[in-house]
């Protein structure tokens, strides 16, 4: 559930934690089964939107799967801003993949930003 959850806010080089009562809107939480189907990117680091970005998501994939419910869903653009309960925005493409692989579940908790 989204509400044990706080984000990781990054202004001016500070960062502070969020209460879930202050999550903006378009920001999802997608439960995904690994392999998820999905490929991720690092963005640029002058990019004001640095983080890692999915830029894919495969149809087939488990990612895919929820895709009947866009709240629930993995989709293109999406920001990845934690795994399970560790923040990860603005990270690098390593630091999310290793978010994902080190997850001991089958199932990993993805908080994502749109």
């Given at each position: 559930p989204a509400s044990r959850h706080a984000l990781v806010r990054r202004r001016g080089g500070v960062v502070t934690m969020v209460k879930p009562s202050e999550v903006p809107l378009g920001v999802?939480?997608?439960?995904?089964?690994?392999?998820?189907?999905?490929?991720?990117?690092?963005?640029?680091?002058?990019?004001?939107?640095?983080?890692?970005?999915?830029?894919?998501?495969?149809?087939?994939?488990?990612?895919?799967?929820?895709?009947?419910?866009?709240?629930?869903?993995?989709?293109?653009?999406?920001?990845?801003?934690?795994?399970?309960?560790?923040?990860?925005?603005?990270?690098?493409?390593?630091q999310v993949m290793d978010l994902i692989i080190a997850a001991d579940t089958p199932t990993v908790e993805l908080t994502l930003g749109r």
């Open positions: 999802a939480i997608a439960n995904v089964k690994k392999p998820m189907g999905i490929i991720l990117e690092e963005l640029e680091e002058d990019d004001p939107s640095a983080g890692v970005m999915v830029v894919q998501v495969d149809p087939t994939g488990n990612a895919a799967i929820g895709l009947d419910d866009p709240t629930e869903s993995v989709l293109p653009g999406d920001r990845v801003l934690m795994v399970n309960d560790e923040p990860c925005f603005p990270g690098t493409f390593d």
